[in-house]
């Protein structure tokens, strides 16, 4: 099965609504036609309206950074699916490890945001990634892929199109330390044969599986080089338009 690279731009809590104009305007004028890969952004919730109206019938799809795990009603300061799938967005990320880390949420919440997601026809990015001394542990492969079935439980997507794992190394995550394409690979790898495992070859040849960490216009073609990697999920690279348009163009 074919699957198409996907290079999501994660802003973080970054850019006013007429940085976001500017840079919507400067990809579009930048990308490529055709685009080779499949090309989105997320920007932080208060944006979204901003980022959909310059988008718009354009190859840039987008999507928001989380999700609340409850349908609506009284959750102070939480955005529901309902509100993200409204404002057209096609992805949503669960499980970065910024929220693991500082909201301490646990792979059931994960679990829980990642199918409230598909309830509502959004594609969950489900994130996952071991710290850096689980890493020289040599225990990578093996916290990954439990975190991975802990995010999860309970995940059935209709389609291998609606599900990306991304593998962010925490210890790459704005370090400028980028994982090997090697360890890249291997991680992506070892996803997919759990997810053969958990659901079925055919579904896990479909799935994308991303690689995100201090990924930049220099490391990112070699990342990609591995057959199981299937794009980037894009923090500090994705917030300059032009140097996220030569991600794009890497492909
Ligand atoms: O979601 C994106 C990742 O956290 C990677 O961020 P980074 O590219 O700034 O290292």
């Known amino acids: 099965m074919t699957r198409r690279v996907l290079i999501a ?3 973080k809590m970054h850019k006013t609504t007429a940085e976001a104009r500017a840079w919507c305007r400067a990809v579009l004028d930048g990308l ?12 932080a919730y208060p944006l979204l309206p901003v980022v959909r109206e310059a988008l718009e019938n354009s190859p840039v799809r ?27 967005c096609a992805y949503v990320v669960v499980g970065h490890s910024e929220r693991r880390a500082y909201w301490k949420e646990s792979n059931a919440l994960v679990a829980a945001k990642a199918r409230k997601a598909l309830e509502h026809g959004l594609v969950p990015i489900v994130c996952v990634g071991e710290p850096l001394e689980v890493r020289e542990a040599g225990e990578a492969v ?15 997507a209709p389609d ?11 210890w790459a995550i704005g370090t400028g330390r980028t994982a090997t394409p090697e360890d890249a690979q291997e991680m992506a790898r070892a996803i997919r044969d759990w997810l053969a495992r958990r659901y079925t070859p055919e579904f896990a040849a479909g799935v994308r599986v991303l690689y995100g960490g201090s990924i930049k216009p220099g490391n990112f073609a070699e990342i990609l080089e591995g057959p199981d990697v299937d794009g980037g999920l894009v923090g500090g690279a994705s917030l300059d338009a032009t140097r996220f348009l030569a991600l794009a163009t890497a492909v």
């Open 62 to 88: 987008w999507g928001a950074q989380d999700v609340s795990a409850h349908e609506e009603g009284a959750y102070t300061g939480e955005v529901a699916a309902r509100q993200l799938a409204d404002l057209g």
């Open 9 to 11: 731009g994660n802003w």
């Open 142 to 156: 093996a916290f990954t892929l439990a975190q991975l079935e802990g995010s999860l439980e309970g995940v059935e």
């Open 160 to 170: 291998p199109g609606r599900l990306v794992v991304a593998y962010e190394p925490v």
């Open 32 to 43: 490529p036609d055709p685009v080779a890969c499949e090309v989105a952004v997320l920007p």
